[in-house]
């Protein structure tokens, strides 16, 4: 059980095009879902916390014009990177939180590679 | 502001020996994590150590949390190649709710025949 599915594994655009990624819990409800975005070679960055039917807390630093995080539903959140450029190519991974599991453990999805020509 | 230092950073050991890792956090929390990631993948979830005192072991890996150090460790017991991996430990900050995790630098373990 707790797992978390990404869509697309990997993604290749151009710069100024924008991309979506899906984050899925597949057999749970997550209230909470996590976005971190990690570069090469580095640690995970948390960028925002979003809560279903809610809008999406971003920490310090991240444009949330930019990274766009909707959680529409308890098992489905998406983050659109707008205007992609070649600097937000990375690593992107959400975790979800299980709602009503135990407080903190978050599951990680497979993460989702983007690089921008 | 919560911040979690690793070391080492990268390690290189040899088979069949033994080592740690430590993970240190500089205010109080409840909860810590040591995740494993391969290159090219996901985390993955080793332990959640929730208690001062806290021992976990999972095969050659033994992790335990000292909360009043603000210490953790992660041991590893006769390394083989199979657990050579980046290792992160992260910390939970928050207190009570669902919260966000603060993660170390990872461990680059490296270990050979």
């Known amino acids: 059980g707790a797992v978390v599915s990404q869509h697309p594994s990997w993604v290749i655009c151009k710069s100024g095009t924008s991309v979506k990624i899906e984050c899925r819990s597949l057999d749970f409800q997550a209230t909470t879902m996590f976005w971190y975005r990690q570069f090469p070679k580095q640690s995970l960055m948390l960028m925002a916390t979003s809560n279903e039917g809610s809008k999406a807390t971003y920490e310090q630093g991240v444009e949330k014009d930019k990274f766009l995080i909707n959680h529409a539903s308890l098992t489905l959140s998406t983050l659109t990177v707008t205007s992609a450029h070649p600097e937000d190519s990375s690593f992107y991974i959400c975790?979800?939180?299980?709602?009503?599991?135990?407080?903190?453990?978050?599951?990680f999805g497979p993460g989702t590679r983007l690089l921008v020509l | 502001e919560l911040k979690v230092e690793q070391n080492p950073l990268f390690l290189s050991m040899q088979e069949g020996k033994n080592y740690t890792i430590y993970c240190n956090y500089s205010t109080t929390s409840d909860r810590l994590y040591w995740y494993r990631q391969d290159p090219g993948k996901s985390l993955e979830s080793l332990f959640v150590l929730l208690s001062n005192g806290a021992v976990k072991q999972e095969g050659r890996l033994m992790a335990s949390l000292d909360t009043k150090a603000r210490l953790s460790t992660l041991h590893i017991t006769a390394a083989v190649h199979d657990l050579s991996a980046t290792y992160f430990c992260a910390v939970g900050n928050y207190g009570g709710s669902q919260g966000n995790l603060i993660f170390g630098k990872g461990t680059k373990l490296s270990v050979k025949p």
């Open positions: 975790s979800a939180g299980r709602t009503g599991g135990a407080v903190g453990t978050q599951y």
